[in-house]
């Protein structure tokens, strides 16, 4: 046991390493942009897995949140001039705040209409967004005054120092699915997860349980909007709050293995790398096509291995050791 | 006054009709079959581009094509079931929602790939003609596609409850092992279910296609309609969706009309939170 926490310990030291040295090897700034891309999502899929993945609550409106996020500090920073150091904290409260209401409508139904009431939540935001212009810049947006190199205001001139913040954004992301993983509230989300009737007979009050998760994932998702904004210096309500990063939070955790710490990390690594490798191949010529890919990917996923990249990985190491895996 | 309220009704109630084919569509599979599609309206989709084509190519009339594109739909959605959702029943949520969710964004995207993002409409001889009633203006072409939803409607009750299949299908939704034990055949009742549900939303295409534009996402409008519909007419209700359609097209109609022009989702959103804030089982009562 303390033999494989070791060797599990310097397997990550030294993804950290080859991570942090990343940029100083490869230093194509297209390339620093796709694994930006990848940092990125993959953190949004570590905070959508926290409730999606553990707890199974199918949320397809994370988008809410990241817009929350990015709206909160864009407007901070342009209108009271708040770096978005701390834009990115106070839009992660504003979301937290924001997921306890629209939680209090959504957990009223279960499966498969709680995922349609959080698409609803999530466009009614983006709606209110574009239709009110006196706060927000209706539906034109706006751009993110560059300020050259800024590093106090989140603005820097290496493409490198995006990489890195969205690497901390990440492994923060990881650090907490990790600790929660292994208290006692990650059994409750699985518990909750696999039959929340049961989970509720023998106990756990599965409301409250679902309302701090949501609150945690909310959170997180909202300093992802907040790092995007001032990656692209752009913010307007379709992107903000674009559907398809409800999507991509729930397709990468379900490709890569829903409901396990690594698993959304994988997942947008495969995704994003074909939708890379499509792009440079067929070019940005054809509408649709990374979508019609990505749905292909998940249908094959549901259909012949539920539990994703990491499901087919822990077989096949089993298969390797011939002895069951250490980990429970 | 009161001839632009009764004007606002009418067009509502004309769209609803509309609205009520493809919430019926959801409510059928959701209560026969438990699963939500959310492929359902990239299928309105598929038979409006069915209709354009015929149209187009053949010049046959939309309205005649509804007896292409049922009977393809009808195929097609016995073989969804077959080969995909019947794969992935059982206790467990995710692969169920996450399928046709896929299945949706399939079909959607390959839409946007083969057709582009072009809207593409058909002009019937009857797609500018009205008749005037009193001040009140109705559209022939929504009138006809009204009248026929409500026919399919009213046919899809009477099927479900004088037929062996009808009834079949009615006890496999109620309690699906007691009608195994009955001697139904619950995937075939299944295939059936999806059949008419998709048949149904392939003639709600058809209907449009004299008087809406064909283009990738026109299947999002109404999905997201026929959700809050059913939750609000309470799942599995066939008489609630149709109903609840009625009702919301006359609420977005009204918000149109008094709020503005962009508002008509915003109210659908609120009447979704108002149901789930006060009444998540719907307006028929109990739901899960």
């Known amino acids: 046991m303390g033999l494989i926490r070791t060797r599990n310990a310097l397997w990550i030291a030294a993804g950290a390493v080859v991570l942090i040295a990343l940029p100083l090897v490869v230093t194509s700034s297209f390339a620093i942009s796709i694994f930006i891309r990848i940092l990125l999502f993959a953190f949004i899929g570590v905070a959508w897995n926290l409730m999606g993945g553990y707890a199974k609550q199918l949320s397809l409106g994370h988008a809410a949140y990241f817009g929350l996020g990015a709206y909160t500090s864009t407007i901070l920073q342009i209108d009271f001039g708040i770096s978005p150091w701390i834009g990115m904290i106070a839009g992660g409260v504003v979301a937290m705040l924001a997921s306890l209401p629209i939680g209090w409508l959504c957990f009223r139904l279960r499966g498969p209409y709680f995922t349609i009431a959080t698409i609803a939540t999530a466009q009614a935001l983006m709606l209110i967004f574009l239709k009110f212009r006196d706060f927000a810049w209706g539906a034109e947006g706006t751009t993110i005054p560059n300020l050259g190199n800024a590093p106090l205001m989140m603005q820097f001139e290496a493409k490198a120092a995006y990489y890195y913040v969205a690497l901390g954004l990440l492994a923060v992301g990881l650090v907490i699915t990790w600790l929660i993983e292994r208290s006692w509230m990650g059994y409750y989300l699985v518990a909750i997860g696999e039959d929340e009737d049961a989970a509720e007979a023998i106990g756990v009050n599965a409301p409250k349980i679902k309302r701090d998760i949501y609150m945690i994932s909310s959170f997180l998702t909202a300093l992802a909007g907040t790092f995007y904004t001032q990656y692209i210096y752009f913010i307007d309500p379709a992107t903000a709050f674009s559907f398809n990063i409800s999507i991509e939070a729930a397709l990468v955790s379900i490709v890569g293995g829903i409901g396990t710490l690594w698993g959304p990390v994988i997942g947008t690594v495969l995704l994003e790398t074909t939708s890379t490798l499509l792009q440079s191949w067929l070019g940005n010529s054809i509408a649709g096509v990374q979508l019609t890919v990505y749905s292909l990917i998940l249908m094959a996923v549901i259909l012949w291995r539920p539990t994703g990249l990491m499901g087919m990985m822990r077989e096949a190491w089993q298969r390797y050791v011939s002895r069951k895996p250490a980990r429970a | 006054m009161w001839e632009t309220v009764a004007q606002a009704v009418i ?167 007691v009608a195994t034990l009955m001697g139904i055949n619950p995937n075939r009742v299944f295939c059936v279910a999806l059949g008419i549900a998709l048949a149904l939303a392939g003639a709600a295409g058809s209907l449009l296609m004299p008087f809406y534009s064909a283009y990738p996402f026109v299947g999002q409008v109404f999905v997201l309609m026929a959700f809050v519909a059913v939750v609000l007419g309470t799942l599995g209700n066939v008489i609630g969706a149709l109903v609840a359609s009625l009702m919301m097209g006359i609420a977005e109609s009204l918000g149109i009309q008094y709020i503005g022009a962009d508002s008509g989702l915003i109210v659908v959103f609120a009447m979704l939170l108002l149901t789930l804030a006060f009444k998540p089982t719907g307006l028929g009562g109990k739901a899960r």
């Open chain 2, 11 to 177: 067009n509502g109630l004309l769209i609803g009709g509309i609205y009520a084919l493809v919430s019926i569509g959801v409510t059928l599979i959701f209560g026969v079959v438990k699963i939500v599609n959310f492929a359902q309206g990239e299928f309105v989709m598929i038979g409006m581009y069915i209709s354009f084509f015929l149209a187009n190519q053949f010049g046959v009339d939309p309205l005649v094509s509804l007896v292409v594109t049922m009977p393809v739909l009808f195929v097609i959605g016995v073989l969804v079931q077959h080969f995909l959702i019947r794969r992935v029943l059982g206790p467990n949520d995710m692969p169920q929602i996450f399928l046709t969710f896929a299945l949706s964004l399939l079909l959607l995207n390959l839409a946007l790939m083969l057709f582009s993002a072009n809207y593409r409409t058909v002009h019937t001889s009857y797609s500018d003609e009205a008749f005037h009633l009193g001040g009140l203006y109705i559209p022939v072409a929504k009138l006809i596609a009204f009248v026929v939803a409500m026919i399919l409607s009213g046919a899809l009750w009477v099927f479900l409850h004088t037929t062996d299949l009808g009834k079949a299908m009615r006890a496999a939704a109620q309690n699906r092992d």
